[in-house]
């Protein structure tokens, strides 16, 4: 099977680097690095991230400067192993060198071995070790060639006791060479070097995997979350000062399947032609199945089956129309030949390949399979309008379905809430509601009015449309006081008399007797269908309502958003320190962060104070800021920084001290910035001008 070349990513230290999101991966990795022998394998679909992750995580250690050298290698496709040996010991010394000298590795891919070699003449670096590779070269001994280049990160890991980190991406493509995996595997053995290793979970990187046993985690990197492909989407379209309706943006990413490549590829087109246009559902269909049909997508998803030989792609199609059809049993009636067609696909992100079977990977591989295996049957300009509107029709429907599905979500979490409660009796009385908030949604304050109790529920589930509560009056588990609740929707715009006799013939069919309260939820609702309901003894409520009413349950503002800022201002006194930390404290409490965060904050707090006041003028200030923070997915962050006047901490010193240096000496400060990273998820230093520095501190909240 044909393969590509060599092809090196630029290491270059820059900003992201095209990196969104993955907050809480890159936050996971980094700390596991960071720590001696921490070793992982991300795996996950082709063009995920998996490299984006690498080159983020290479550039902040390289910023960070705090005795972990980072190593950053892309193991091409079908080299032989002399070349990638030279290649990979070139590589290494290049980067070790930038590492040093405290500068940026620029573009244009690696430098002779031979050139290294005059490079390492001014440096710590074993000029004995390129000796040895021509030697073993000369003498025709792979296993030694490759013992050389593969464990130097360890030799020098030994000699200069310096600590490395190797970021080796698509570390499948080692496992054409026995030599330089048991090469790196006898290195894991004897050191303790960090690694990430990433790539494909081929059979082969299951077995290493395996032998390694718990000497390395196996973690799956998938696509973005919806907040992180939010955020893509709009950086992306910042760019073009171009924006796209936001009830529009969950269905594309859904779409998309949440894959950053499809979302940069498809977004850089519609920036380019939208420029400072609003971009609508219809706009992103037809642009979507151009792209497939004949752009950049086109082209990728082609490559990947032209690259095949005839017989090759004539398996490869095969497979991939059964697997449109449904999952593929991959276990049994492969021959070897359909195995290694079958490997090469899931390789190349069309197909994956999971407990459940084999299927396609995504829903915009199986649009371009179906324009591939149907653009004999119609013109291209009819087989794209006919997608188009295919597309926009399911996208309506599912977006119908999602929001119904969501609106019962929060009925079952109201329900299970439920717990007798004394609430405001106008959260289920939608007249009276309107009356007096109109289309306005107040705050939980200025609802006022007569009460009502709600029951204890023990047991809730979804029947149909339908959110079904069972519970007692008052608590009191007695035949007399039990109660059923039946929550329903209604998902038209205005609930009209008929719609109302509708949901009341389906709520007669669900009855079981006994004592019932029916709830019915509608957007808004005619004056007839006011009088049906209500006549019936009905609760009526908008979700606006029902918001409200789980925000109540819940005890929480359920409007707040924004983030709280606090600010304060440190004279150089002594141990004004622990002002600041007191502050925080009561801050924390406030904020119903736990104890345990709350003290580790404090502590990193004082000793970031203390370095500001140490390296600030007598005269200076120390300027904090506290900013609190909610996540969408509930947890909370807080972030610190600490600036100090008239001073300049480099972070390049801000080093992890040395064990026996500091037992030996008489001066043993120089622990604060270890605390600081032991203590904090992510420490950060910038200059917001040349006489001062700045440091971030940021603690992420589990609530």
């Known amino acids: 099977m044909e393969r590509k070349g060599l092809n090196r990513p630029d290491t270059t230290h820059t900003g992201n680097n095209g990196f969104h999101g993955r907050r809480r991966i890159f936050r996971e990795l980094y700390t596991l690095v960071s720590e001696e022998g921490g070793r992982v394998f991300l795996h996950g679909r082709a063009r995920i991230g998996k490299t984006e992750l690498l080159k983020r995580l290479y550039a902040t250690l390289f910023r960070d400067q705090d005795r972990i050298i980072p190593f950053y290698y892309a193991f091409p496709e079908d080299l032989d192993l002399y070349t990638l040996c030279k290649d990979y010991l070139s590589e290494f010394i290049r980067q070790y060198i930038a590492f040093i000298r405290n500068d940026p590795i620029p573009s244009g891919g690696a430098i002779p071995l031979k050139r290294a070699e005059r490079l390492i003449r001014d440096y710590p670096f074993p000029s004995s070790l390129i000796e040895d590779l021509y030697l073993h070269m000369e003498d025709n001994n792979p296993i030694g060639v490759a013992r050389v280049a593969f464990t130097a990160p360890s030799l020098l ?43 494909q979970l081929t059979s082969e990187v299951k077995a290493f995997i395996g032998k390694m046993g718990d000497r390395i985690r196996s973690l799956e990197l998938s696509g973005f979350t919806p907040s992180e492909g939010r955020e893509a989407i709009s950086s992306i379209l910042r760019r073009y000062d171009a924006r796209i309706r936001e009830e529009e943006v969950q269905t594309i990413l859904k779409k998309l399947d949440y894959h950053p490549f499809y979302i940069k590829v498809l977004f850089d087109l519609i920036g380019m032609e939208g420029r400072g246009s609003t971009i609508d559902l219809r706009g992103f269909y037809t642009r979507y199945f151009k792209e497939i049909s004949s752009g950049t997508l086109h082209l990728y998803f082609s490559s990947i089956l032209e690259s095949m030989d005839p017989g090759e792609r004539k398996r490869a199609l095969a497979l991939l129309r059964r697997a449109m059809r449904g999952a593929i049993d991959s276990r049994e009636g492969m021959d070897p030949s359909e195995r290694e067609v079958k490997e090469y696909l899931v390789a190349k992100g069309l197909l994956r390949d999971t407990d459940h079977g084999l299927s396609l990977a995504d ?25 188009v509107w295919e597309g926009l029709k399911g996208a309506e429907e599912e977006k119908e379905a999602s929001h119904v599905e969501g609106i019962l979500s929060l009925f079952r979490r109201c329900l299970e809430r439920f717990s007798c409660q004394t ?108 009088r049906a309901l209500k006549g019936k003894g009905l609760f009526l409520s908008s979700p606006a309502q029902v918001e409200l009413l789980l925000a109540l349950l819940e005890d929480r503002d359920y409007r707040k958003k924004e983030p709280y800022l606090f600010e304060i201002i440190l004279p150089a006194l002594s141990e004004v320190e622990l002002v600041a930390a007191r502050a925080v404290e009561e801050i924390g409490r406030k904020a119903s962060i736990d104890e345990e965060s709350i003290n580790k904050i404090k502590m990193a707090l004082i000793e970031a ?10 005269e200076g200030k120390v300027h904090i800021k506290v900013l609190l923070e909610d996540e969408e997915d509930g947890d909370g962050r807080v972030t610190i920084y600490v600036e100090n006047e008239g001073g300049n901490v480099r972070p390049l010193y801000a080093m992890e001290p040395n064990l026996e240096e500091k037992f030996g000496s008489s001066y043993k400060r120089g622990w604060g910035f270890k605390l600081m990273r032991l203590l904090m998820d992510e420490v950060s230093f910038d200059r917001p001008s040349p006489s001062s520095t700045r440091l971030k501190l940021v603690k992420y909240i589990k609530r």
Not at 161 to 182: G, K, S, T, Y
Not at 451 to 466: E, N, R, T, Y
Not at 609 to 618: D, H, M, S, V
């Open 609 to 618: 104070c203390i370095n500001a006041l140490e390296y600030g003028t007598k």
């Open 423 to 530: 609430v405001p009796g106008i959260l289920f009385d939608y007249p009276a509601f309107k009356e007096d908030f109109g289309d306005r949604t107040p705050s939980l304050e200025e609802i006022h009015g007569q009460k009502l109790s709600l029951p204890k529920m023990v047991g809730v589930c979804q029947k149909g449309g339908f959110v079904i509560g069972y519970g007692f009056e008052g608590g009191l588990y007695r035949e007399d006081k039990g109660v059923v609740w039946r929550v329903g929707y209604i998902p038209t715009p205005l609930v009209s008399e008929d719609d109302a006799l509708r949901f009341l013939s389906e709520v007669e069919g669900l009855q079981e007797g006994g004592k019932e309260v029916v709830w019915v939820v509608g957007k808004d609702f005619s004056e007839g269908a006011i």
């Open 157 to 199: 890991s030994t000699l200069e006791n310096a600590r490395f980190c190797l970021l080796l991406d698509d570390f499948h493509n080692i496992f054409d060479h026995r030599e330089a995996c048991d090469a790196i595997f006898s290195q894991f053995e004897i050191s303790r070097i960090s690694c990430v290793l990433s790539g």
């Open 363 to 387: 829903p915009v591989v199986r649009d371009y399979l179906d324009l591939y295996f149907n653009r004999g049957a119609e013109s291209p300009e009819e087989l794209r309008a006919r997608k």
